[in-house]
């Protein structure tokens, strides 16, 4: 998707408007001419443009220092260029641009908002302040800064490309197609708004014509990166990762931008890990740790980092679970080959989610197992780790998800265990009596949403409607595993198909993760697509059936096996999209289930 412009186009152009100090001479004879007060607003007048005409070198340097993707450089020049006039507005804002591609969020955004006050006729610089705020994911505040620059740029391609994809990142969709279409008819030849109308429609799940309008701004401009990049990305998703590789490597190429450069890097590496080569995959998935990387997450521990290939016999590590709940499940596949490495006298610490912890704790007992905290300092998500008190006692420490990186190395290396995290015994008991309350049937738990709206990713999941096939099948007793409010969805099955799927008694399935554990392995099958739950479940070994997309990278390039979770059977349209299909074979099979 491609975000915001960046400030290359309007704030260059704006400080290339910049007028030229006049030479010094003339200024000095201007300062000698009149007397009294008239005299001394010259003589103010003249100071001020001798310290433009010393301060416009410094913002040429800086300025090429921009050019040349050398932030330091750029904020050396800029600050020297304060020194000389803290009023220069240009210089501020050359320095929030500077300060910006470093990654410090907080100090871009003040300097722009200096330069805004000094120059407020130039409205490119709030263009800047809401690509900013969109960078630290303020969407709504990015919205606002977008609509001043347009209403004093109207017709501007920049400004409708940036509102666009402030309002596409807060799903509203239907009004970024209504920003973008006018700008196109005004300029049909631009590129960038072909790309971002692209995304939109993409996230509308019409495949087809972003494809089509992907291809148009490849035509109008064949070295504008992004749409190569978004291309690949929508050929991955339906399943084409060996077309889409050489797009995203072509659209690297052309790419300077190291936050862009990053991002693309990391698409890579999960259409490698897609095609089964996991080796170079997961070398290349560090990307998403890169200090340019937008969303990187920083983790508070100075301790030496893991690198894969070090001995770690007897050694004290640890290891900070990344990204979602279902992701820190999914990673924690490696967790019983690291603790084989370490050894009897090895040391292991894990840091996971708080409501992990308890079963954690339960699947590694040898290891300790606490919880990390997540704090937005600076413009940049923190993880912190409360429960460790004694940080020099840690020789190594790594993300969870770089642990693939060692042991992960091909899909021959994941290993035919039944399961890597237990449920407690005693709580899968007491569920297998509260079931025995449910309608009549195979107890059969179902996942139909993720808990989390944000970007595309309601395109990985289908409409509930789509599920009738499912809930039609006779000699089953459907259970709710899905977390979140899911009343209308519970309610419309009982009205359009005199379905009840039942919800169980007295559980969280939000917060009582422990709880859910033990409920799937109560069950006789989890049926859904991937979401925390379902990770849950088919890691501590519950029958289930997951229902995805023909291009997920997780497959590892396996057409019918899931080598995270080896009993785990895997339902994909043979079309991206077409979940009816993908409904019809789960419902057949689930049919036949019920009669062996």
């Given at each position: 998707?491609?975000p915001p412009?960046?400030?290359?186009?309007?704030s260059a152009?704006?400080?290339q408007?910049?007028?030229?100090?006049?030479?010094?001479?003339?200024?000095?004879?201007?300062?000698?001419e009149g007397?009294?007060?008239?005299?001394?607003?010259?003589?103010t007048?003249?100071?001020?443009?001798l310290?433009?005409?010393?301060?416009?070198?410094?913002?040429?340097?800086?300025v090429?220092?921009?050019?040349?993707?050398?932030?330091?450089?750029?904020a050396?020049?800029?600050l020297?260029?304060?020194?000389?006039?803290?009023?220069?507005?240009?210089?501020?804002?050359l320095l929030?641009?500077?300060?910006?591609?470093?990654?410090?969020?907080?100090s871009?955004?003040?300097?722009?908002?200096?330069a805004?006050?000094l120059?407020?006729?130039?409205?490119?610089i709030?263009?800047?302040?809401g690509?900013l705020?969109?960078?630290?994911?303020?969407?709504?505040?990015a919205?606002?800064?977008?609509?001043h620059?347009?209403?004093h740029?109207?017709?501007h391609?920049?400004?409708?490309n940036?509102?666009?994809?402030?309002?596409?990142?807060?799903?509203r969709r239907?009004?970024a197609?209504?920003?973008?279409?006018?700008?196109?008819?005004?300029?049909?030849?631009?590129?960038?708004?072909w790309?971002?109308?692209?995304?939109?429609?993409?996230?509308?799940?019409?495949?087809a014509?972003?494809?089509?309008?992907y291809?148009?701004?490849?035509?109008?401009?064949?070295n504008?990166?992004?749409?190569?990049?978004?291309?690949?990305?929508?050929?991955?998703?339906?399943?084409?990762?060996?077309?889409?590789?050489?797009?995203?490597?072509?659209?690297?190429?052309?790419?300077?931008?190291?936050d862009?450069?990053?991002?693309m890097?990391?698409?890579?590496?999960?259409?490698?890990?897609?095609?089964?080569?996991?080796?170079?995959g997961?070398d290349?998935?560090?990307?998403?740790?890169?200090?340019?990387?937008?969303?990187?997450?920083h983790f508070?521990?100075?301790?030496?980092?893991?690198?894969?290939?070090?001995d770690?016999?007897?050694?004290?590590?640890?290891?900070i679970?990344?990204q979602?709940?279902?992701?820190?499940?999914?990673?924690a596949?490696?967790?019983p080959?690291?603790?084989?490495?370490?050894?009897?006298?090895?040391?292991?610490?894990?840091?996971?989610?708080?409501?992990?912890?308890?079963?954690f704790?339960?699947?590694?007992?040898?290891?300790?197992?606490?919880?990390?905290?997540?704090v937005?300092?600076?413009?940049?998500?923190?993880?912190?780790?409360?429960?460790?008190?004694?940080?020099g006692a840690?020789?190594?420490?790594?993300p969870?998800?770089?642990?693939l990186?060692?042991?992960?190395r091909?899909?021959?290396a994941y290993?035919?265990?039944p399961r890597?995290?237990a449920?407690?015994p005693?709580?899968?008991?007491?569920?297998?009596?509260?079931?025995?309350?449910?309608?009549t049937?195979?107890?059969?738990?179902?996942?139909?949403?993720?808990?989390?709206?944000?970007?595309?990713r309601?395109?990985?999941?289908s409409?509930?409607e789509?599920?009738?096939?499912?809930l039609?099948?006779?000699g089953?007793?459907?259970v709710?595993?899905?977390?979140?409010d899911?009343a209308?969805e519970?309610a419309?099955?009982?009205?359009?198909?005199?379905?009840?799927?039942?919800?169980?008694?007295?559980?969280?399935?939000?917060?009582?993760?422990?709880?859910?554990a033990?409920?799937?392995?109560?069950?006789?099958?989890?049926?859904g697509?991937?979401?925390?739950?379902?990770?849950?479940?088919?890691?501590?070994g519950?029958?289930?059936?997951?229902?995805?997309?023909?291009?997920?990278?997780?497959?590892?390039g396996?057409?019918?096996?899931?080598?995270?979770y080896?009993?785990?059977?895997?339902?994909?349209?043979?079309?991206?999209?077409?979940?009816?299909?993908?409904?019809?074979d789960?419902?057949?099979?689930?049919?036949?289930?019920?009669?062996?």
């Amino acid at each position: 998707m491609p975000p915001p412009a960046r400030p290359s186009a309007a704030s260059a152009h704006a400080l290339q408007a910049t007028p030229a100090p006049r030479a010094a001479h003339n200024l000095l004879e201007r300062v000698t001419e009149g007397d009294g007060n008239h005299t001394l607003e010259s003589l103010t007048a003249a100071m001020g443009q001798l310290r433009a005409m010393a301060v416009q070198p410094m913002l040429q340097r800086a300025v090429a220092c921009l050019n040349a993707e050398d932030a330091k450089g750029a904020a050396r020049w800029a600050l020297k260029a304060l020194h000389a006039d803290e009023r220069n507005g240009y210089a501020w804002c050359l320095l929030g641009m500077a300060r910006e591609r470093a990654g410090d969020f907080v100090s871009s955004i003040q300097a722009y908002e200096s330069a805004l006050k000094l120059l407020p006729e130039h409205a490119e610089i709030a263009n800047d302040l809401g690509r900013l705020a969109m960078r630290m994911g303020m969407p709504q505040q990015a919205e606002g800064f977008f609509r001043h620059f347009m209403a004093h740029r109207p017709g501007h391609p920049e400004a409708a490309n940036n509102l666009a994809s402030a309002l596409r990142v807060q799903g509203r969709r239907a009004e970024a197609i209504e920003v973008l279409r006018p700008a196109i008819q005004a300029d049909p030849t631009n590129a960038i708004l072909w790309n971002s109308l692209a995304a939109v429609v993409a996230e509308n799940g019409d495949q087809a014509n972003a494809e089509i309008f992907y291809a148009e701004a490849m035509r109008l401009d064949p070295n504008f990166a992004k749409p190569r990049y978004n291309l690949a990305n929508a050929l991955a998703d339906r399943g084409e990762v060996a077309e889409a590789l050489p797009l995203v490597e072509q659209a690297l190429k052309s790419t300077r931008a190291e936050d862009e450069r990053q991002m693309m890097l990391l698409a890579r590496s999960t259409m490698l890990i897609a095609l089964g080569r996991l080796a170079e995959g997961w070398d290349e998935y560090e990307a998403r740790h890169h200090p340019q990387f937008a969303d990187t997450l920083h983790f508070a521990i100075d301790r030496p980092a893991w690198r894969p290939g070090l001995d770690l016999a007897g050694k004290s590590m640890l290891v900070i679970g990344e990204q979602g709940l279902g992701d820190e499940i999914l990673f924690a596949n490696a967790l019983p080959d690291l603790i084989e490495r370490l050894g009897p006298e090895g040391r292991l610490t894990i840091a996971v989610e708080p409501r992990l912890v308890p079963l954690f704790s339960r699947s590694f007992p040898q290891a300790r197992v606490g919880s990390h905290a997540t704090v937005l300092h600076g413009g940049r998500s923190v993880r912190l780790l409360p429960f460790l008190e004694d940080a020099g006692a840690i020789d190594l420490w790594a993300p969870l998800g770089s642990l693939l990186r060692e042991f992960r190395r091909d899909v021959a290396a994941y290993p035919d265990r039944p399961r890597f995290l237990a449920a407690a015994p005693d709580r899968v008991a007491h569920w297998r009596g509260v079931l025995e309350a449910a309608p009549t049937g195979r107890k059969v738990g179902l996942l139909w949403k993720s808990g989390t709206a944000r970007g595309a990713r309601h395109r990985y999941f289908s409409a509930f409607e789509q599920w009738a096939p499912v809930l039609r099948q006779c000699g089953v007793a459907f259970v709710n595993l899905q977390y979140g409010d899911c009343a209308e969805e519970l309610a419309f099955a009982q009205r359009e198909f005199d379905v009840e799927v039942w919800d169980p008694p007295g559980i969280d399935l939000k917060q009582d993760l422990d709880e859910v554990a033990a409920l799937s392995c109560a069950l006789d099958l989890v049926i859904g697509f991937s979401n925390a739950t379902f990770n849950i479940a088919a890691a501590c070994g519950a029958p289930a059936w997951l229902i995805t997309t023909p291009g997920a990278w997780p497959r590892l390039g396996c057409a019918d096996r899931y080598p995270w979770y080896p009993q785990t059977r895997v339902f994909a349209p043979a079309t991206y999209g077409d979940w009816d299909a993908a409904m019809a074979d789960v419902a057949q099979a689930l049919g036949a289930w019920t009669k062996a």
